[in-house]
């Protein structure tokens, strides 16, 4: 039973998740949906810190290890460590991911992402889309992380959210919840 | 402790695989390998059951829920709806799985395959590619399925074998190896 | 000047276009979606051949060239060996294309499908997505075929068509157009 | 005849292909193998300009039409608008185009990048692959760009090249020649 009772403590710990939001643009509704999901996900327990980038001092990859110019990258990294689970928000950018998240992620490597249990969302202007999650699903996969089967686009986000930023669908909202409460209860699982 | 207790003795009971080939060929490399990896996760104390296509009478799906005139149809979803994980071995055609695999998803639904932790394999004459993983990734999780990060592509798969059907890269053969130990040990976390 | 009055020759003949659906659906929309677009393709000067797989009998691939109990198998291959470009029109099966269509894709190979000019529809009951569009796409690019930059996908279409088979949405029609149309001038130019 | 005529004549004018490369390694492989296409494709008789990322100052992408503060935005744009034809260098980073150059798509639309004729190059350290070739089309479909059939992936690209820049293996070199030679041919034939 000791291993087992074991488990049970590991698993009573909060769950520690990460988001990262993949827009730089002031009034981005990937952040404002990212900012919803932290919420809910703090609602359900979990320890929840949001990584914006518009405040992070990133370079461009170049494939180095070291960027001793750029102190934000280790604490990205370090922060993204520590971390049980992911949640990344993306623009839809051309049928993809933005360059700005991806870039984040080739700051990264398996010692930051590996294992990492992972959920989700692309936000877009246009009719909702899986293109930017079907491309993070096969590059998280790549660094051997999991990627949960929920997901969230959402098509036409200019019109998705109510003045001070709550989604207007409650379909789509039951949707963020399912995601929340599946990232939580399957980060508590996996990382046992 | 009750619920810790139950999820300890559910836990214990044997993993449930069942292992599904895309091809149809009498000799097939995805079969074979198939076959291979079905042994290690027995060895690792999984109850395996190999669904091989060439023995099941499918019709082509035309979208209907009932073919009755083709028991095997109820054979391979009863089959998969108890499994507790999958392995999907699939020969890569064009760039993709099978349509042979592709049809048989076809013939089943979230009622089988929804929460199924499921393993990939490709095997295609050419250099090792992951376009069919990748295929089959997005539609497994489209059926709310789970797929394991570890994923195996072997490549030039008619020099890939000994003539007794051991496979002869020892690089690949501890590649299936932590392929199947993450299938069982991730099954079992994810069923709990 | 003589190759390019030859190359004026080759131009000013008919576009010759087959057309393949993916679904073996009495009432299937992607079929209905596909007749649409060969009547347009027609009206544009193309010759259009329609392969409705419900009439013709086809086995499962398993590997071989010969298919000599299966005579549709040489039908569907010099069909499509002879046209100048095709249309595969797909019902969106779990977040793919259909078994069925890659099954008949995977019976032909780069004799029939190589530098085909190649025009990509998916239909789908839920909301309109581009998963069955993207396999497509890698999967006629691995044959060396061009696939257009248009490409249709119809969401909820039980609610797309009127009783006598025209589409309801002007915006899509519209959006069919420009698709029939682009794929008869690029593959004139293609063919060059 | 006017009119074939004048594309006789349209089809005369130099093809004008331009070349991103989506590494900013200073010893980069990626950027290594874009020139020697370029001197390929200027061979053939193209004009070529190498947009070199490391010698351009970009912003990450916010989203915003204007960076007026980067006049490199402004050159990347008019550079690109002005080409009929494209070749995309990208290192796969974690199974994905580098986010270099993801963002310096990010900053374009579609007047620069619709129509465009387009092919992919890619490079990885580890085995080749097709993931960010397949991510590159999809995003490049996207903006209504075409992207040739034919693309070149290289693996182990520490071991690719002689110590003054060519390509050791022969097949590898025969590839990119026919690569080199669709893109134009095929530009040609397009832009008519």
Known sequence: MATNLEAFCMNSSPI???????????QSYSQQLLSLTGDRLQA????????????????????????????DVEKLRQTVQQADGLVLSTPEYHGGASGVLKNALDLMSFDQLSGKVTGLISVLGGSANSNA??????????????????????GQAW??????????????????????????????????
């Open 44 to 71: 359900l327990g979990a320890t929840v810190q949001i990584l914006d980038l518009r405040q992070l001092n990133l370079p461009f990859c170049n494939g180095d290890k070291e960027y001793s110019d750029y102190p």
């Open 16 to 26: 520690k998740i990460v988001g990262i939001g993949g827009s730089l643009r002031p």
């Open 133 to 154: 999650l079907n491309e993070l699903r096969v590059v998280m996969r790549w660094v051997h992380a999991w990627v949960i089967p929920e997901q969230v686009a959402v």
């Open 159 to 192: 019109r998705a959210f109510t003045p001070d930023g709550k989604l207007l669908d409650k379909d789509l909202s039951e949707r963020l919840d399912r995601f929340a409460t599946s990232l939580i209860d399957n980060t508590r699982k996996l990382r046992a």
